[in-house]
């Protein structure tokens, strides 16, 4: 069972947009602005696509965003595209180490 | 461009040691920053195992804190993985990355397939 919860699955139409959910405690994710989203498409590694929350790394479109509400945090996908496809996963530093969520399949109408 | 690649056998006998390498190229691991290994069961989520910084502080999932130990080779731009006593519960994808801090991987390798199976 993985330390921070995620649903399964979500799923959204090109254009729409979707959140996906991350629930954990206050012992990571609200206890420390170091939540971080990854994508993994199939047979490759993860991708880095938030950090500290909110945060953006260079090359990530602006349509991924990220938000905290006390112990959880949500990754919203706007203007959803085909190659948002993929499986996206939470972390959050827990105070000397690193929690995951299960993951989230998204789906792409 | 950092890149890192592991390296290291590809099938382990149960109750042996699980031994892997990433071998880091584009950046000097002495530098800056952390250095560490995430597994991914197969079909199944990610799951951190451990971290070192370039200083050569270490930090362990507790759940395999007693099996596992990450050491660093700056004079090969390397750092190692080791886990002891696997069972078929540690087969997985074994991905090692580089963590700017605070659990934010922002390089990681292609991963590498290991089998715990006699």
């Known amino acids: 069972q993985s330390a921070l919860t995620q649903p399964p699955s979500a799923s959204g139409s090109p254009g729409q947009s979707v959140t996906i959910s991350c629930t954990g405690t206050?012992?990571?994710?609200?206890?420390?602005?170091?939540v971080s989203w990854y994508q993994q498409h199939p047979g490759k590694a993860p991708k880095l696509m938030i950090y500290?929350?909110?945060k953006r790394p260079s090359g990530v479109p602006d349509r991924f965003s990220g938000s905290k509400s006390g112990n959880t945090a949500s990754l919203t996908v706007s203007g959803l595209q085909a190659d948002d496809e993929a499986d996206y996963y939470c972390?959050?530093?827990?105070?000397?180490?690193?929690?995951f969520g299960g993951g989230t399949k998204l789906t792409v109408l | 461009q950092v890149q890192l690649q592991e390296s290291g056998p590809g099938l382990v006998k149960p109750s042996e040691t699980l031994s892997l390498t990433c071998t880091v190229s584009g950046y000097s691991i002495s530098s800056a920053y952390y250095w560490g290994w995430i597994r991914q069961p197969p079909g199944k989520g990610l799951e951190w195992i451990a971290t070192i910084h370039h200083s050569g502080i270490t930090y362990y999932n507790p759940s395999l804190k007693s099996r596992v130990t990450i050491s660093v080779d700056t004079s090969r731009n390397q750092f190692s993985l080791n886990l002891n006593s696997v069972t078929a519960a540690d087969t997985a994808v074994y991905f090692c990355?580089?963590?700017?801090?605070?659990?934010?991987?922002?390089?990681w390798g292609q991963g590498t397939l290991v089998t715990v199976s006699s």
């Open positions: 500290e929350v909110t």
């Open positions: 990355v580089r963590d700017r801090a605070y659990i934010t991987t922002d390089y």
């Open positions: 206050s012992s990571d994710v609200g206890g420390y602005n170091y």
């Open positions: 972390a959050s530093y827990a105070g000397d180490k690193g929690v």
